[in-house]
């Protein structure tokens, strides 16, 4: 009797809770965490008749694309490019969390909310997700010269929108991807992208670091599974290239690897900090960087909350201080479009 040779798979990394890396490079994303935080990782369906002052739509191709569209409108709407978080590891477009801030901020703005579909590390490693945020604006340069727009979403969003006031926003990792898409943009004149303009660029929370911890990575006690210094060291070291650092420029751009800020192309800058975060001192670093390079940046300080606060449902609806600093976070979102 032959004896069956079983396989098995074996992990070689792991983000507690989020991620789980194996011997044969796939990658199992199954939330392994509380429980009753699940929810806030449910894929939220399109829809069309409106919930809440919003319609939902998908846009397929690449990136795909998640459309927020206000119900009406007296005006055309400015455009937020959307790059959701997730250590450039996880998380999707798609879920809830994101679903509950981006469905809201649309409709108080009022904008049109357009969420891309990043590619994920380690499978893929950055600048992929810098790459697929560079191709969703160029998607929208076409749609703003009438080209595409076979798809009814991608109708919808061409009547409706003011393609000469995009602003670039992103939660954590997706901060960094904020700053990256609009320095590439910025290498492009005015021409190359009408009538499609790069109005400004709202990083929220953004994931500059160093590698060496700052006083805050060091003193702040984290108070949420959703980001601990272990999580962002795993996450970095497996969303980074190969052999990089924190020291990146993708992680660090106000580092001495990074093109210098005073001959990077910007648009004005709404950086929001949070006050128990983590990386709270290397983002106000960045911010301080970028004034004296002499770009224009408008620093959000919000108090007594943590990294990615207002994607938290349930601290948003039963924290009274998360309640506020959400709304606050919005308010200043809302005004530095309006003035922009």
């Known amino acids: 009797m032959v004896a069956k040779e079983m ?24 939330w392994t965490g509380p429980p009753e935080a699940l929810f806030l990782m449910n894929p939220v369906q399109p829809f069309d008749t409106p919930r809440d002052g ?17 119900e009406s409108s007296s005006k055309p709407l400015p455009i937020l490019l959307h790059f959701h978080g997730g250590g450039f590891c996880i998380s ?27 590619p994920l ?9 810098a790459d697929a945020g560079f191709a969703a604006l160029l998607r929208l ?27 670039l926003i992103g939660d954590s990792s997706g901060g960094n991807l904020v700053h990256l898409v609009a320095a590439r943009a910025g290498e492009e004149d005015s021409e190359f992208w009408s009538p499609l303009r790069v109005a400004g660029g709202i990083p929220l929370q953004p994931g500059f670091i160093r590698s ?8 702040l006690q984290a108070d949420s599974v959703f980001f601990t210094l272990d999580m962002l060291d795993k996450f970095l070291a497996l969303g980074l290239p190969q052999g990089a650092t924190k020291d990146h420029p993708f992680t660090c751009p106000m580092g001495d690897a990074a093109p ?9 800058f709404l950086v929001a900090v949070a006050e128990r975060d983590l990386i709270h001192d290397t983002n106000l670093e960045y911010c301080e960087a970028m004034k004296e390079a002499g770009q224009e940046v408008e620093v959000l300080v919000s108090g007594g ?23 606050e976070l919005i308010v200043a979102i809302k005004d530095f479009v309006g003035r922009h």
């Open 7 to 30: 396989t098995r798979k074996r992990v070689v990394d792991e983000v507690s809770g989020w991620l789980r890396v194996f011997d044969d490079g796939t990658v199992d994303r199954t």
């Open 54 to 70: 919003v319609t939902l739509h998908d846009i397929p191709g690449y990136p795909s694309l998640r459309l927020y569209l206000p």
């Open 121 to 129: 590390a380690p499978e893929h490693r950055m600048p992929s997700a």
């Open 141 to 167: 340069r076409r749609l703003a010269r009438g080209r595409d727009g076979s798809d009814p979403a991608e109708r919808l969003l061409r009547a409706a929108a003011d393609f000469s006031r995009v602003f």
């Open 92 to 118: 999707h477009f798609s879920w809830f969390m994101y679903h509950q801030f981006y469905s809201r901020l649309a409709a108080a703005v009022p904008a049109a909310v357009v969420s891309v579909d990043l």
């Open 260 to 268: 210098p800020l005073e001959q990077v192309r910007l648009p004005p």
């Open 212 to 219: 060496t911890r700052s006083r805050s990575e060091l003193e």
């Open 305 to 327: 909350v943590s990294h990615s606060f207002y994607l938290n449902k349930f601290a948003v609806d039963n924290d009274p201080t998360t309640a506020k600093r959400t709304e």
